[in-house]
């Protein structure tokens, strides 16, 4: 494994910087050998808001385990802001989806040793953290020890510690899990901040219903590997103009296939009879209609709609776990 | 990096007054029989020293491996943290919060030996250094287990051989291997110096003490890397 500096902490250097994170072959297993990562490649420009789409156990969060410094790939090269130097550390944010804290310390409190920890003056640490208390609704419990927060508040508080000294690099494990619906837009809200002061993010989620406002780009890992990426809207793009429908038949009358209207395309001739049609409501009426006609009787059909779970599951084969 | 670990360990300390107080109560209940019960000196000597070393090495390596299993280790390590400076501000904030919460036994000792206050002093110099050594034990210690269980029961073997080693619980003959592994042994310093509360006498064993505390915090600057990645291994079993 080599890791290689590639640019010094100065912002307008990482600026200058294409690539700021660059993975290239990374392979990583678990200790008894299960392997996570295989020859996975990732390119991650400056700036960007990047999300990393996949089921449990894909292995997005040991790939943000191993940009944060925390694991060493087994192999593969890393290309991160400023190596695995202190100076590297200080330039990152890292909020894992499961975090400890002092618990006998305020959330305040806690915030304040990761602010100074990762190189903020006493003063402007204050000034942060109280800042992203607030944008977060932390505030209230700021002052209260830690061991009497509740999860929410302790997720809100992991993001506030991540976020407080202005990364250029920002890890974030499952963001949105315990937040109320207000802390999620004041955290898209930061977190698009962030982007526009060159700072690259980088989150990992299996909730693909805010990802649309956030990210600049989608990552779909699946078993290790990248199965698919690209901006939203070219994933998106990439299905077609087409919705697909999983048709349940109660009676499948034979050359069912042949019989169907023009327009119509057979995705699957299996069980279920997998059919893509034109976009809109006019799409379900005609492929009913036409399956009706052609004397099916339908048990049940589920209509696809042309979003991110659609595209990961034709990118991968597989369903995304709601 | 500025002093944020010592601050860190002493506002924890603080936060948690129940522990605090513990943590000098039950010292001074475990020192206040055998100071009033005109125990030998050699006796009490021995049983202060084994009291104060245990607190020190227990109190250090116990919280790193909570620390290192619940991952804050990791997330101070990759917060900027330095791992010298983790460790060392630990260790230091470790013997003074010791020597803080050790005074009150620490007197009642001297005053059962009938010391002077200028015993005393001697023996809390002795006794601080050897909470420094102490906690700088803790992180060795801490390296070599996977659980708190083990922890606890590395430390207490660590910490008895070396008291053994120290001659708090024999004599070694003059001349012989022993009394020479006893004159190099880090906590012979605080057993004298125990010993002598009530006699005033000179105290032995300053120079090995000195020598372990300043060898022990260069081994652990220098190889605060391996030390720290050992302790986040804890983590992950």
């Given at each position: 494994m080599r890791v290689t500096t590639?640019?010094?902490?100065?912002a307008s250097e990482l600026a200058r910087a294409v690539g700021v994170v660059r993975a290239d072959g990374l392979r990583y297993a678990y200790?008894?050998?299960?392997?996570?990562?295989?020859?996975l490649d990732l390119e991650i420009s400056v700036g960007d808001i990047v999300a990393l789409v996949?089921?449990?156990?894909?292995?997005k969060s040991t790939l943000l385990r191993i940009l944060a410094g925390e694991l060493v790939p087994a192999a593969g090269e890393l290309e991160l802001?400023?190596?695995?130097s202190a100076a590297g550390r200080v330039m990152l944010g890292y909020a894992p989806e499961e975090g400890a804290h002092f618990?006998?310390?305020?959330g305040l409190e806690n915030a304040l040793f990761f602010a100074r920890a990762a190189g903020l003056r006493r003063a402007e640490a204050r000034a942060s953290v109280v800042e992203h208390m607030d944008a977060l609704g932390l505030t209230d419990d700021a002052?209260?020890?830690?061991?009497?927060?509740?999860f929410g508040a302790r997720r809100k508080l992991l993001l506030v510690e991540a976020l407080a000294h202005r990364p250029a690099l920002t890890l974030l494990d499952?963001?949105?899990?315990?937040?109320d619906q207000a802390s999620r837009v004041a955290l898209i809200r930061l977190l698009r901040l962030q982007s526009a002061k060159r700072g690259t993010v980088v989150v990992a989620s299996?909730?693909?219903?805010l990802l649309p406002e956030l990210v600049d780009r989608i990552v779909f890992i699946h078993e290790g590997r990248v199965a698919a990426s690209g901006r939203v809207a070219e994933l998106l793009a990439s299905m077609g103009r087409t919705t697909r429908f999983e048709v349940d038949l109660e009676r499948r009358p034979e050359g069912l296939v042949g019989r169907l209207r023009p327009g119509i395309t057979v995705v699957?001739?299996?069980?279920p009879l997998v059919l893509e049609a034109g976009r809109g409501q006019g799409a379900l009426a005609e492929v009913c209609g036409s399956l009706v006609a052609a004397g099916a009787v339908i048990r049940s059909i589920a209509v696809r709609d042309n979003d991110l779970a659609e595209a990961f599951r034709r990118a991968t084969g597989v369903e995304l776990e709601p | 990096m500025t002093a944020l670990v010592w601050g860190l360990e002493w506002r924890i300390a603080l936060a948690r007054r129940r522990l605090f107080v513990l943590n000098t109560v039950v010292p001074l209940l475990l020192v206040v029989p055998v100071a009033t019960g005109a125990a030998p000196a050699v006796h009490a000597a021995a049983i202060y020293a084994v009291l104060f070393v245990i607190f020190s090495t227990f109190g250090s390596a116990i919280p790193l491996v909570r620390d290192a299993e619940n991952g804050m280790t990791a997330r101070m390590l990759l917060g900027g943290v330095s791992p010298s400076g983790y460790l060392l501000q630990r260790a230091a904030a470790g013997a003074a919060l010791d020597g803080l919460q050790l005074i009150p036994a620490l007197v009642v000792a001297g005053f059962g030996a009938g010391a002077s206050p200028r015993a005393l002093l001697v023996t809390f110099g002795a006794l601080l250094g050897t909470a420094w050594v102490g906690n700088l034990i803790g992180p060795l210690v801490a390296v070599t287990t996977r659980s708190l269980a083990e922890a606890a029961l590395f430390t207490a073997v660590c910490t008895l051989l070396l008291l053994h080693m120290s001659g708090v619980f024999r004599t070694p003959a003059p001349s012989s291997y022993g009394a020479l592994v006893e004159a190099a042994s880090p906590f012979r310093a605080l057993h004298e110096a125990l010993l002598g509360m009530g006699s005033a006498g000179p105290v032995g064993g300053g120079g090995a003490l000195a020598a372990w505390a300043v060898l022990l915090a260069a081994g652990t600057a220098v190889f605060a890397g391996p030390v720290t990645r050992a302790l986040r291994r804890v983590s992950r079993g």
């Open positions: 590639i640019a010094p902490p100065e200790r008894n050998g299960v392997p996570v990562l295989h020859d996949g089921p449990n156990g894909a292995g802001p400023a190596g695995r618990e006998s310390l305020s002052a209260r020890p830690v061991a009497d927060y509740s499952e963001p949105f899990v315990g937040l299996h909730d693909l219903a699957s001739e299996g069980d | -």
